[in-house]
């Protein structure tokens, strides 16, 4: 089972900055691909950010060259360098992580239970 814990949200104005971290801890082989998403009221949660293990990114094009996603395999922990913040980045982020419980074992999904990001103008 793998368990992830988000921090690092908060309230913020309009330009400043955050950075989420997110640990994937329990009892398991690795994970591979880690990753962010969003969900604002009354929308579809949406990926933000996502990383292989090697450490190839991608990020989605409302976040690109504001956001940052980074990983430190030793640590299980991903992060989101979140700069130049806008009122519509006001979402709950959450993490996301596949990985396998056992070496040559299929990939399983898991999620954070998510934190809270709000932006105000």
């Known amino acids: 089972q793998v368990h992830l814990v988000e921090s690092g949200g908060g309230l913020v104005q309009a330009g400043e900055s955050l950075r989420l971290s997110c640990e994937a801890s329990g009892t398991f082989f690795t994970t591979n691909t880690m990753a962010w998403y969003r969900q604002a009221p009354g929308n579809q949660r949406e990926l933000v950010a996502h990383?292989?293990?090697?450490?190839?990114?991608y990020h989605a094009d409302s976040v690109k060259g504001r956001f940052t996603i980074s990983r430190d395999n030793a640590e299980n922990t991903v992060y989101l360098q979140m700069n130049g913040l806008k009122p519509e980045d006001t979402a709950v982020y959450y993490c996301?992580?596949?990985?396998?419980?056992?070496?040559?074992?299929?990939?399983?999904?898991?999620w954070g239970q998510g934190t809270q990001v709000i932006v105000s103008s």
């Open positions: 996301y992580a596949r990985a396998q419980l056992r070496r040559g074992s299929f990939e399983y999904v898991y």
């Open positions: 990383i292989t293990s090697p450490g190839n990114p």
